[in-house]
């Protein structure tokens, strides 16, 4: 079993829709939690990123991790076409050991 | 700026050559990464290193070599010995005791010719 699973997508939307990106992790003993956005052949850039469990907002990202459920997720409220990247999912222990989802590619059309 | 910075942003690969790829970060990060991706998977871990002069191999370290003889160095060689080495190269670096944040260079693409 993978340590994190990532629905690939793709996922289209139209301008201005609701966004909603998800994964799952395995192993309850994670402890951090982050969204990276990457654009076609650039590095990712760190999004959004949260210690344990809860809601983390920034502008029109909110981030959500349920840990009871092993479950973690991304909206977007307002979607823009700059919006259109892959996204990824990635999951840490203390100790720098990460992992991430396979991304979900995301389409927003104006 | 902080960040990490990957040289050369596009390379190109003779069989049975060796290649290096750059990279520097002005983060004063300890944790070192490189990281390998290929279209339609996820990100691969090559090679990472908590501390200068010691490394240690990810799940995918054949055909590759590194050194971290600075902090803010960590070059990663992809020998001939890597048959398949057309991908994306990530390296990225994040504190250590805590905080645990990976950030990213930009990326170099490698080809072969």
């Known amino acids: 079993q993978k340590e994190v699973e990532q629905d690939p997508g793709p996922l289209s939307v139209p301008e201005g829709a609701i966004v909603s990106l998800n994964c799952t992790y395995s192993?309850?003993?994670?402890?951090?939690f982050m969204w990276y956005r990457q654009y076609s052949r650039k590095g990712p850039e760190l999004l959004m990123y949260t210690y344990s469990s809860g809601n983390k907002e920034d502008g029109r990202f909110t981030a959500q991790v349920d840990k009871s459920s092993k479950y973690i997720s991304l909206f977007i409220r307002d979607s823009q076409p700059s919006d259109s990247a892959t996204y990824l999912c990635a999951i840490a222990y203390t100790g720098n050991q990460f992992y991430f989802g396979t991304g979900t590619s995301l389409t927003v059309i104006p | 700026d902080g960040g990490i910075t990957q040289s050369p942003k596009y390379l190109f690969r003779k069989e049975g050559q060796n290649v290096t790829l750059s990279c520097e970060q002005n983060l004063n990060h300890d944790a070192m990464y490189w990281y390998r991706q290929d279209p339609g998977q996820g990100l691969r871990l090559i090679y990472y290193?908590?501390?200068?002069?010691?490394?240690q191999k990810g799940d995918i370290a054949e055909g590759y070599s590194v050194s971290r003889e600075k902090k803010e160095s960590f070059p990663l060689t992809v020998t001939s010995a890597q048959k398949n080495p057309t991908a994306f190269y990530l390296c990225?670096?994040?504190?250590?005791?805590?905080?645990?944040?990976?950030?990213f260079g930009s990326g170099t693409q490698l080809s072969v010719l």
């Open positions: 192993n309850s003993a994670f402890q951090y």
């Open positions: 990225a670096s994040s504190a250590t005791g805590g905080d645990e944040k990976l950030f």
């Open positions: 290193s908590q501390i200068v002069n010691d490394f």
